[in-house]
Structures are given as structure tokens and as C-alpha cells.
């Protein structure tokens, strides 16, 4: 099966920054008291995060595997979304002396502006299986409502003159 993707130049710049600024951190917390294979371990990233809409809600999924849900924080402060939370080294693997960290551990804080259609009263959040799902409910006057459009020369709405009163 094929899959086509579409190329997002402004996702892979974003993708590049990223990288340089945790080698950026690497380098300048290999200097740090704590050493340099405190600096391989812990750093802050940002997971990856879906968000979609339907008539009813905005849905966020956010893929935190790995992280304990008394670890995750989820807040809305100034109509602004934001979740925070941390992933902490559990073991190290040591092979004689080669030691490989390739996942993320660490700190991370994302937040998101919400519109104004959202109702922040009702707000839902749910882990599971490493995937954080935030769901915003919309206000009922910013749900989309159905026109009936009538047929014919009958308008529905007519504009009346005012009459004047002698």
C-alpha cells in the first residue's frame, strides 16, 4: 500500500532546530557540574501532537509514552491550553563501556491558544496506551447550524418597510 505525505518544509526546519538545540544543550551541559552523561539523559523536548475539530469539540492527541500520569499536568490559564509533564530515566543499559540513550527523557511544556468557540468549562482529559487526549467542547453559539433553504419565489425573512404613524 502506498502512502503519499505531504512535504512541509516549514515541519523539517523545525525538525533541524530542534536537533541543533538539544546538540546545542548537549555540548554546553557536558561542561555542567553534574557531568556529561547527566546531559545524554535528561534534556526537554516537545512530543508530537495531532489536533483535529469536528462540529462539537477540538481534540488534541498528544504521544507521551513512557510518562506517568501523576507526571502530566494539564492546565488552561488566559484561554491558553498547556500541558507539562516529565519523563524520567527508569534504568540505564550498560554494555561494557557503550551506553546508548536514543529516546527523550525529560521536561517538556507545550501550550496551545484556544479560539474563543471553546468552552474551557468543559474540557476532558484521558491517557491511554502513551497517548494523552485532551478534548475541548465548543460553545453551542459557535457550533455550525443547519439553513433550511426554501424553494421558490416565498422568502422567509422579508424586510419590512416601518410604517409611519401620522
Sequence with gaps: ????????????????????????????????P????EALTTTSFAPPVDIY????????KIEVPGIDEKDIDVR?????????????????????NF????RQYGSFTRSFTL???VDTGQVGANYDNGVLKIKLAKKSE?????IKVNVGGENVLEAKAPSKAA
Design 1 to 32: 500500500m502506498t502512502v503519499l505525505t505531504r512535504w512541509d518544509p516549514v515541519r523539517e526546519f523545525s525538525t533541524l532546530q530542534d536537533r541543533m538545540n538539544r546538540m546545542n544543550r548537549l555540548f554546553r551541559e557536558s561542561y555542567s
Design 34 to 37: 553534574e557531568g556529561p552523561e
Design 53 to 60: 475539530e469536528d462540529e462539537h469539540n477540538i481534540t488534541l
Design 76 to 96: 488552561i490559564e488566559n484561554n491558553t491550553l498547556i500541558v507539562h509533564g516529565e519523563r524520567k530515566l527508569e534504568k540505564e543499559e550498560k554494555e561494557e
Design 99 to 102: 551506553r546508548r540513550v536514543e
Design 115 to 117: 479560539p474563543n468557540s
Design 142 to 146: 459557535a457550533k455550525p447550524k443547519q
